[in-house]
């Protein structure tokens, strides 16, 4: 199967402080990692695409200086949300897409970020 | 572009009953299809998915999915609600020619089981 482990699986963190969530693939290398946002009751926003070895893309409207995104490894994408606010309290999940692909995304457990 | 509208944000059935949940989308070019389901805290978990071949396509958990080009559907259905089947669902497009093609997802259903 295809694993990927997310961390921590939530956080409390205060105004002005930086968190970083680390999403694994933990057997399979993932030539690209993608990082969502969700709001309570919503949809999946996507926030950025992240390829091994480069920068990566975000979407229209996400500042990639408050939301930074590594991705130094095959197996490794890191998401760190800079001088967290209250309104960044959010649920954040990574995918991993697979570098031989049958297509197929996997999932993170998800992160809930909670900033006091 | 690519977009997916999912049809009913919430839809509740009787445990045993019919599920349906609908999802119609838009894509210039071929699409891949997936359906998703997340519980509380959690992250997304693969129902099915649809690249090319055959158009009905089962998933786990006695789910199973239509790909009907004509009407630009992909309609999520089980025969037989449980109540563990309580959850979110997402539908989701990518684009059959962008290797590294994004998910795009619909809004959502909630679908809950009553007893």
């Known amino acids: 199967g295809a694993v990927v482990s997310q961390h921590p699986s939530w956080v409390i963190c205060k105004s002005g402080t930086s968190v970083k969530i680390e999403c694994r693939s933990l057997d399979f290398q993932a030539t690209t990692m993608f990082w969502y946002r969700q709001f309570p009751k919503q949809s999946l926003m996507l926030m950025a695409t992240s390829n091994e070895g480069s920068k990566a893309t975000y979407e229209q409207g996400v500042e990639k200086d408050k939301f930074l995104i590594n991705h130094a490894s095959l197996t490794l994408s890191t998401l760190t949300v800079t001088s967290a606010h209250p309104e960044d309290s959010s649920f954040y999940i990574c995918?991993?897409?697979?570098?031989?692909?049958?297509?197929?995304?996997?999932f993170g457990s998800g992160t809930r970020l909670t900033v006091v | 572009a690519q977009s997916v509208t999912q049809l009913g944000s919430h839809v509740s059935v009787s445990e045993g009953a019919l599920v349906l949940l609908r999802c119609n989308y838009s894509s210039s070019v071929p699409p891949y299809l997936f359906w998703y389901v997340q519980y509380p805290n959690q992250g997304l978990q693969l129902l099915l998915k649809y690249t090319t071949g055959a158009t009905l396509v089962k998933g786990i958990n006695g789910f199973e999915a239509e790909f009907k080009k004509s009407e630009t559907s992909f309609h999520l259905t089980k025969p037989s609600a449980h109540m563990s089947d309580a959850a979110e669902y997402f539908c989701?497009?990518?684009?059959?020619?962008?290797?590294?093609?994004?998910?795009?997802f619909g809004q959502g259903t909630e679908l809950s089981v009553k007893p």
């Open positions: 995918s991993a897409k697979k570098l031989v692909a049958n297509y197929g995304y996997t």
């Open positions: 989701a497009v990518s684009d059959l020619y962008n290797q590294g093609g994004k998910l795009i």
